[in-house]
């Protein structure tokens, strides 16, 4: 059996994945409150046997996180505990931009979905709202935009009469009070943001894309937005297994 995690800066998530790549189970916490007493009780509690671990991969924007679970696993599992980027990945995708700028969930993510036919945007709702570029058999770049939910707080904490909302659809654009002023401005204004930043995509390169959405708020604009989406929530995930492959 294989862990393979993503550690992303708000959320960080387990899988356990069997020899023939089948998800067999899922954890999920709080990157930054990671211990090794935590790690310990939710080994147990989840009856995860880690002496018959035999690769260990993970996707990290957060170096703290990963060098607590990796000493922890170190000494519990068989196998090194490696990160994407200590992998040679040349094999598998051309990445053309600076290698070190590009975090390693987004390289999963592009060779989750790379294949020689077909190009990829691919929209990931985290901390930050990303859109990321594949072309055929190439990782071209992205954007990064802010996250709607760390927006959403920055506005709570910084205009003292705005009330703490959960963010929904909307039909009206035009707000009757603060509560539907403020979802209509995060739930269009992102909308809009959306669909021109694929628009711009796609007249800059002049090319065709297939569009797929993952993270915390995709289900919320999956069916909200003009532009066709696929829906994938383990798109990480499945890109880790087929890195794993590289581990000998």
Request: charged content about 25%; proline content about 1%; overall charge positive.
């Amino acid at each position: 059996m294989y862990i393979l995690g993503d550690i992303g800066n708000t959320e960080t998530k387990l899988c356990l994945v069997s020899k023939k790549n089948k998800i067999l189970k899922k954890i999920t916490f709080l990157s930054k409150s990671v211990n090794n007493n935590k790690l310990n009780n939710l080994f147990k509690k989840n009856k995860i046997h880690l002496n018959q671990i035999e690769k260990v991969l993970f996707c990290s924007v957060v170096p703290k996180t990963f060098s607590i679970i990796r000493k922890f696993l170190s000494k519990k599992v068989k196998s090194k505990c490696y990160e994407v980027k200590n992998l040679n990945l040349k094999s598998i995708i051309k990445i053309k931009v600076d290698y070190k700028q590009v975090g390693s969930d987004r390289i999963a993510n592009a060779i989750s979905l790379m294949n020689n036919r077909n190009n990829f945007i691919i929209l990931d709702f985290g901390t930050a709202t990303t859109f990321d570029v594949i072309i055929k058999n190439a990782y071209y770049g992205g954007i990064i935009a802010p996250g709607v939910k760390l927006s959403l707080n920055s506005l709570f904490d910084k205009a003292t009469l705005i009330p703490k909302i959960d963010l929904k659809k909307i039909n009206k654009v035009i707000g009757k009070n603060t509560i539907t002023a403020v979802r209509s401005g995060f739930f269009w204004g992102y909308a809009g943001l959306i669909d021109n930043i694929i628009n711009l995509i796609k007249k800059e390169t002049r090319k065709s894309f297939k569009v797929i959405i993952t993270g915390g708020f995709s289900n919320l604009f999956k069916n909200s937005i003009k532009t066709k989406v696929s829906h994938n929530q383990d798109i990480t995930i499945k890109g880790l297994i087929k890195i794993s492959k590289l581990i000998k």
